[in-house]
């Protein structure tokens, strides 16, 4: 059957054609696209008309760098982020206990807190969480997914004591007497992984599917997603046949590429030998870059940088590759055609990425190959100016600023802070720019994005001119970073990223005009409809 989608305001993201009507869809792709009369002729017997009613349908959102897999295991767990300290942290741990009457020896799970919207900016211990529950083990994330705190009973059932060494990448925080106070970070993290009960097939397809509805809700038709280590104690083998199990039996709504976390040489070789391998899958479920992480947060003071925090006297984060190791991990994958997408937060570890890039493409020019490094936040004019050069992608989450704004000069200093976020500038250089959320870090909410870059406020409005205004982009430019930009980056945006004929049909329909309304409004404009091969699959018109 043939669907028109007529009378509306279609933002096509082709400069040829920048608006139109109404589009023309069978089959799932996009046939034609025009005026309202013209695509009106294309109306038959076997024709479904939709009328849009005036609203604005731009291309199906992309989100080019979120977990989720996480976040449907998140929508699952104990919802940390409204803690305002850490007795408040408690009490809603506690109160979920007993509301899901929790038998003791079951595992507590939680995410989102964060330190910085404590009365006290501390992080908690073993012992805060001992006076909820020494019978049930408790694990809670912090917001950014870099650092969890455990409890007692935890720390037990993992074998985790004073004589457990340290983790190379990686910390375990110690008390005044060596004894582990139940906070880890980075690569220590994998310690308490290993201690917890094994996520099975059948929870991940539960958690993708709950998952898959959130980011339907916020318009998104597309997302690139870092999951292969996400299932605790499951393997990637068995995150990769859950979401083949998913598109076989028609219930994958959303198409997902795979960001591949393979951290050692030893899982990516492996993964190779399965027959695995970048691009493997289908137009619903598809293996992408090989994903890096190089670093921390800076919430978590973990972020690796050439300077010492301004807030952390001799900390300068944590870098979990030493050179080498990294050089080894890029070069196999460039080797093999397959992109790189490393995550880098602070300048030091993006340092580190673009000389591992360097070195791979000055030995094997040529490979068809999209590297890129996601997050790019503490940059300086030599960093900005290397994305050029070696033709990096930057992902890039503007609703990063919703938070961060209010910490980074805290954090690296006024001055440093000058250079960072400084996306306009990226984009001005020509440097291929993708948007996306990093949700559950933050909700995968697009509108919210568009509203960060374009304005450059926290969700509250503030500042009111917006930090660093200079480097606020257009509506378009933030529209493009979650469409085209963001498909480029997946190797797609032949087939998805603009309203053109051949194209898959993947729409979003708005409730208002977003290249009209008052910009400071754009983060209050809801999705009516989001259209995934022609299918309505959230909303309706």
């Given at each position: 059957?043939?669907?028109?989608?007529?009378?509306?305001?279609?933002?096509?993201m082709?400069?040829?054609?920048?608006?139109?009507?109404?589009?023309v869809?069978?089959?799932?792709?996009?046939?034609?696209?025009?005026?309202?009369?013209?695509?009106?002729r294309?109306?038959?017997?076997d024709?479904?008309?939709?009328?849009?009613?005036?609203?604005?349908?731009?291309?199906?959102?992309?989100?080019?760098?979120?977990?989720?897999?996480?976040l449907?295991?998140?929508?699952?767990?104990?919802?940390?982020?409204v803690?305002?300290?850490?007795?408040?942290?408690?009490?809603?741990i506690?109160d979920?206990?007993?509301?899901?009457?929790?038998?003791?020896?079951?595992?507590?799970?939680?995410?989102?807190?964060?330190?910085?919207?404590f009365d006290?900016?501390v992080?908690?211990?073993?012992?805060?969480?001992?006076?909820?529950?020494?019978?049930?083990?408790?694990?809670?994330t912090r917001?950014?997914?870099?650092?969890?705190?455990?409890?007692?009973?935890?720390?037990?059932?993992?074998?985790?004591?004073?004589?457990?060494?340290?983790?190379?990448?990686?910390?375990?925080?110690?008390?005044?007497?060596?004894?582990?106070?139940g906070?880890?970070r980075?690569?220590a993290?994998?310690l308490?992984?290993?201690?917890?009960?094994?996520?099975?097939?059948?929870?991940i397809?539960?958690?993708?599917?709950?998952?898959?509805?959130?980011?339907?809700?916020?318009?998104?038709?597309?997302?690139?997603?870092?999951?292969?280590?996400?299932?605790?104690?499951?393997?990637?083998?068995?995150?990769?046949?859950?979401?083949?199990?998913?598109?076989?039996?028609?219930k994958?709504?959303?198409?997902?590429?795979?960001?591949?976390?393979?951290?050692?040489m030893d899982k990516?070789?492996?993964?190779y030998?399965?027959?695995?391998?970048?691009?493997?899958?289908?137009?619903?479920?598809?293996?992408?870059?090989?994903?890096?992480?190089?670093?921390?947060?800076?919430g978590?003071?973990?972020?690796?940088?050439?300077?010492?925090?301004?807030?952390?006297?001799?900390?300068?984060?944590?870098?979990?590759?030493?050179?080498?190791?990294?050089?080894?991990?890029?070069?196999?994958?460039?080797?093999?055609?397959?992109?790189?997408?490393?995550?880098?937060?602070?300048?030091?570890?993006?340092?580190?990425a673009?000389e591992?890039?360097e070195?791979?493409?000055k030995?094997?020019?040529?490979?068809?190959?999209?590297?890129?490094?996601?997050h790019c936040?503490?940059?300086?004019e030599?960093?900005?100016?290397?994305?050029?050069?070696?033709?990096?992608?930057a992902h890039v989450?503007?609703?990063?600023?919703?938070?961060?704004l209010?910490?980074?000069?805290?954090?690296?200093?006024?001055?440093?802070a000058?250079?960072?976020?400084?996306?306009?500038?990226?984009?001005?250089?020509?440097?291929?720019?993708?948007?996306?959320?990093?949700c559950?870090?933050?909700?995968?909410?697009?509108m919210?994005?568009i509203?960060?870059?374009v304005?450059?406020?926290d969700l509250?409005?503030?500042?009111?001119?917006?930090?660093?205004?200079?480097?606020?982009?257009?509506?378009?430019e933030?529209?493009?970073?979650?469409?085209?930009?963001?498909?480029?980056?997946?190797?797609?945006?032949?087939?998805?990223?603009s309203?053109?004929e051949?194209?898959?049909?993947?729409?979003?329909?708005?409730?208002?005009?977003?290249?009209?309304?008052?910009?400071?409004?754009?983060?209050?404009?809801?999705?009516?409809?989001?259209?995934?091969?022609?299918?309505?699959?959230?909303?309706?018109l």
């Amino acid at each position: 059957m043939k669907k028109i989608f007529s009378n509306g305001k279609i933002a096509t993201m082709e400069r040829e054609k920048p608006f139109a009507e109404g589009v023309v869809v069978s089959d799932g792709k996009i046939i034609f696209v025009g005026s309202n009369d013209d695509v009106l002729r294309y109306k038959d017997d076997d024709t479904q008309v939709i009328d849009l009613k005036g609203r604005l349908m731009v291309p199906g959102f992309i989100d080019s760098h979120m977990h989720l897999l996480n976040l449907g295991f998140f929508m699952k767990s104990i919802d940390l982020s409204v803690a305002k300290s850490i007795e408040n942290l408690k009490a809603l741990i506690t109160d979920f206990i007993k509301e899901n009457s929790i038998e003791a020896g079951r595992w507590v799970l939680g995410r989102g807190w964060n330190q910085d919207h404590f009365d006290v900016k501390v992080f908690p211990t073993r012992y805060d969480l001992d006076d909820i529950s020494k019978e049930h083990p408790i694990v809670i994330t912090r917001a950014c997914g870099h650092a969890v705190v455990v409890n007692s009973k935890a720390l037990e059932l993992c074998g985790i004591n004073r004589h457990t060494k340290q983790v190379e990448g990686g910390s375990i925080d110690l008390d005044h007497n060596g004894e582990p106070n139940g906070i880890f970070r980075e690569n220590a993290i994998e310690l308490i992984k290993e201690g917890m009960p094994k996520d099975d097939i059948k929870s991940i397809k539960d958690a993708i599917m709950a998952a898959q509805e959130k980011a339907l809700s916020y318009g998104l038709t597309s997302v690139q997603s870092d999951d292969l280590e996400s299932a605790a104690g499951a393997g990637y083998e068995d995150v990769i046949e859950a979401y083949r199990e998913l598109v076989s039996e028609g219930k994958m709504k959303i198409r997902l590429y795979e960001q591949c976390l393979l951290p050692t040489m030893d899982k990516l070789m492996s993964f190779y030998d399965k027959g695995y391998y970048c691009h493997w899958g289908d137009e619903q479920f598809k293996l992408g870059p090989l994903k890096i992480l190089t670093d921390g947060s800076l919430g978590a003071r973990t972020a690796y940088l050439t300077k010492e925090y301004n807030d952390s006297s001799g900390n300068y984060g944590i870098a979990t590759y030493t050179q080498d190791e990294l050089d080894k991990l890029v070069f196999y994958a460039h080797e093999r055609d397959m992109s790189v997408a490393i995550h880098c937060i602070g300048d030091k570890a993006m340092y580190m990425a673009f000389e591992s890039i360097e070195k791979a493409k000055k030995t094997m020019p040529g490979k068809n190959v999209r590297h890129s490094i996601v997050h790019c936040q503490i940059t300086d004019e030599k960093l900005l100016e290397r994305f050029r050069e070696l033709d990096v992608i930057a992902h890039v989450q503007p609703i990063f600023l919703d938070y961060d704004l209010h910490i980074v000069e805290d954090r690296i200093g006024t001055e440093r802070a000058k250079w960072t976020y400084n996306w306009k500038t990226l984009i001005d250089k020509g440097v291929n720019v993708a948007f996306g959320s990093d949700c559950p870090v933050e909700p995968c909410n697009v509108m919210h994005g568009i509203y960060a870059a374009v304005t450059r406020k926290d969700l509250a409005g503030c500042p009111e001119n917006g930090w660093l205004p200079e480097q606020k982009i257009s509506v378009e430019e933030a529209l493009f970073g979650f469409t085209l930009g963001a498909a480029y980056a997946s190797f797609e945006e032949k087939m998805k990223g603009s309203i053109k004929e051949g194209k898959l049909a993947d729409f979003t329909v708005l409730s208002e005009d977003i290249f009209e309304i008052e910009h400071d409004r754009l983060k209050d404009v809801e999705i009516a409809a989001t259209i995934v091969n022609g299918e309505i699959m959230w909303g309706s018109l």
